[in-house]
């Protein structure tokens, strides 16, 4: 059996240098390309606080890795052949149909890498999303996010479905953050009185109420208005974002069963007045 060396002495000088002058630069590329995917598979992988999430940092860096290497031996054989022209057209319509093909995958993809850096939420925080979803955040994929509906029912009782919403979304359209189950939001309840009410001891008595059973440090202030059916008063408190509801429901009952202890307060609702006059 012939050697190699026997094989390689056969090939001509210039081939070597040729193939030499491709493969030498290829590997370089490709092991200083490896190195900086591995660089950002750590970075990104150290900034996921779940486990879920740093699998899906991996997946992403696999998928980077073999499109790279693939454009790399595409190069290769295009600079071996000598033919340049032909790698910019190949290059150009291999773009071309994949930026077509996957222009909304890739753009997930980029939002979900944008996520997962400036953390805008994480797992569990509530968000809106534009008009289209509000929930508690269940998890964020490569493609979607998975969200606990909530307010499907004019409240912020979790409704039990869950809804996928496309990444890309939030390069279009705002995301407000709620924040995690710890974090506080102000929350508020109205009370509307007659004009003829003791007013200053209604808003007493709302804002002793709401701030006893929302439990928060501040104490609750109000914000009255004048309207056609009698003084709104607008109480305002510090809630926890998950108890919101059922806080809010309580506060409206203590303030009604409080109410009703006091003569001089009557709640206002819409209604008409006649007046006969006897000429």
């Known amino acids: 059996m012939e050697s190699f060396t026997s094989y390689l002495d056969r090939i001509p000088v210039e081939s070597l240098l040729r193939i030499t002058a491709v493969v030498m630069p290829l590997i370089f590329v490709l092991v200083l390309g490896n190195l900086v995917l591995s660089l950002v598979e750590r970075t990104a992988g150290a900034q996921s606080s779940k486990r879920r999430s740093a699998v899906h940092v991996r997946q992403a860096i696999r998928i980077f890795r073999y499109i790279f290497i693939a454009l790399v031996i595409l190069v290769g054989a295009f600079s071996y052949s000598g033919s340049w022209t032909g790698l910019g057209v190949s290059l150009g319509v291999m773009a071309a149909a994949a930026g077509f093909a996957l222009q909304r995958p890739a753009a997930s993809v980029a939002a979900w890498f944008t996520i997962l850096v400036k953390r805008p939420f994480g797992i569990g925080d509530r968000i809106v999303i534009g008009t289209i979803a509000r929930g508690d955040v ?5 493609t979607h996010i998975s969200l606990a509906e909530v307010g499907r029912y004019g409240a912020e009782d979790v409704s039990g479905r869950t809804i996928l919403v496309p990444n890309n979304v939030i390069f279009e359209l705002p995301v407000t953050r709620y924040g995690d189950g ?3 939001v102000l929350g508020e309840v109205e009370l509307t009185v007659t004009y003829d009410s003791n007013v200053k001891r209604a808003r007493e008595i709302a804002e002793e109420v709401a701030s006893s059973v929302s439990g928060a440090d501040s104490r609750a202030h109000t914000r009255v208005k004048l309207t056609d059916n009698g003084v709104l008063m607008e ?9 919101a509801n059922r806080v809010a429901s309580e506060i409206s009952e203590g303030i009604l069963d409080a109410i009703r202890q006091e003569e001089d307060i009557q709640l206002a609702y819409a209604r008409m007045d006649v007046r006969m006059v006897q000429k």
């Open 138 to 142: 269940l998890d964020v994929t490569l």
């Open 235 to 243: 109480i305002r408190y510090d809630v926890k974002v998950r108890a």
């Open 182 to 184: 710890e974090d506080t």
